[in-house]
């Protein structure tokens, strides 16, 4: 066996081996094919943008652009509420801030709701 694969894209397993067309990690169970691990490698850094457009990076400070419902919850985080001291990562769905709101406590935002400051 002289080839050697890509870690998981998932846990980052070293011990990915290939089934058929695809690449399986026997640690989570997590399958992808080849040419996608390929292409991900090209894209390089992801760039998050804001409602408006602006490039938002970890530390920015930004503020609300529409009523938020809290999923389980009857509290509303409301328009114009400043965030500080986003995170940007890679979450569930679209959201990809993970911050701390004032009085509500820590949660995942889309950036697509919040405007930069």
């Known amino acids: 066996m002289n080839e050697t694969f890509p870690p998981c894209p998932e846990c980052s ?3 990915t081996y290939e089934m058929g067309a695809l690449l399986v990690c026997p640690e989570c169970g997590h399958e992808w094919s080849a040419e996608a691990s390929e292409g991900l490698e090209e894209a390089g850094p992801r760039v998050i943008k804001d ?4 490039v938002l990076a970890d530390g920015d400070t930004v503020t609300v652009v529409k009523d938020l419902k809290i999923k389980g919850s009857s509290n509303v985080i409301k328009v114009g509420t400043k965030v500080r001291g986003i995170r940007l990562m890679d979450g569930v769905g679209d959201h990809d801030i993970d911050c701390k709101v004032d009085g509500v ?3 995942q935002l889309k950036s697509s709701v919040v405007k930069k400051v």
Not at 51 to 54: K, P
């Open 13 to 15: 397993s070293a011990y």
């Open 105 to 107: 406590g820590p949660m």
């Open 51 to 54: 409602a408006v457009g602006n």
